[in-house]
């Protein structure tokens, strides 16, 4: 189980690679329109860092181009690439090509069992089923991602492993992973969202009273509540 972010702000994401619960990183273009930053400056920036596994989107209309982009790349930052293309033609034609010469690939825009079965028959190590877009269009998002998990295991398909993508809610994650998804890439509002729940606050809220009515008691001192002022207790 691993779960890698989906950013391409380079201070986000050294924030939250520093707590050790994040595995990888997922980029994409609109990602990096977004963060304002050219591709190859995030990239060094972010191996820099540690991390070790990074997906990097080749944006091109023919496999030719598509590999010559991942070998550029490939060249600059060497095995934190995993590269990331669409499940399309030349998209898996690209696949096929890289994961021969045991390079990651990261199939993207799936959105049907079918899509998963060929990237997975091109030899891809990850398969990107969008959760938060399917469910946009009145589909499962979640149901496609136990759909392909079940024809993996059934298919004996344990080399390519499904990571769940588009996610919106922390629910989704945790709907993701019980559905047999490998990895979630979540943007950062999630994983910050992941550590939160409104029992932990009130929990935390009433250990601090107590904890503070101990304290005030080995003082020979206590709050009366009513009034918020200090009472000896020892006179």
């Not at 820099?48 to 982009?69: P, Q, T």
């Not at 390079?103 to 990237?119: D, G, H, M, P």
């Not at 136990?146 to 390519?160: R, S, V």
Request: proline share 3%; aromatic share 6%; glycine share 6%.
């Amino acid at each position: 189980m691993k779960l890698f972010l989906d950013t391409a702000d380079v201070d986000t994401v050294k924030k939250y690679w520093s707590t050790g619960l994040v595995d990888g990183l997922t980029t994409n273009p609109t990602l990096m329109m977004k963060a304002g930053q050219l591709p190859d400056k995030v990239y060094h920036d972010l191996k820099v860092l540690g991390i070790k596994d990074i997906s990097m989107e080749v944006v091109a209309d023919n496999h030719i181009d598509m590999l010559a982009e991942a070998r550029r790349l490939i060249g600059l930052f060497g095995d934190v690439v995993t590269i990331k293309v669409p499940c399309t033609v030349e998209g898996l034609l690209t696949c096929r090509e890289l994961a021969n010469q045991n390079i990651r690939v990261n199939v993207t825009l799936i959105f049907s069992a079918a899509q998963a079965i060929l990237a997975a028959k091109a030899g891809a190590t990850y398969v990107s089923p969008f959760v938060g877009r399917i469910d946009d269009n009145s589909f499962d998002g979640i149901g496609l991602i136990k759909e392909i998990a079940e024809i993996y295991d059934k298919q004996c398909l344990h080399e390519t492993e499904i990571l769940s993508a588009s996610i919106r809610r922390v629910c989704d994650v945790s709907k993701s992973f019980a559905s047999g998804a490998h990895i979630c890439t979540i943007p950062p509002s999630v994983f910050v969202k992941m550590y939160q729940h409104v029992l932990t606050d009130k929990g935390l809220e009433l250990f601090d009273n107590d904890w503070r009515t101990v304290r005030e008691l080995s003082q020979g001192v206590l709050t009366d509540p009513k009034e918020n002022v200090m009472i000896n207790i020892n006179t």
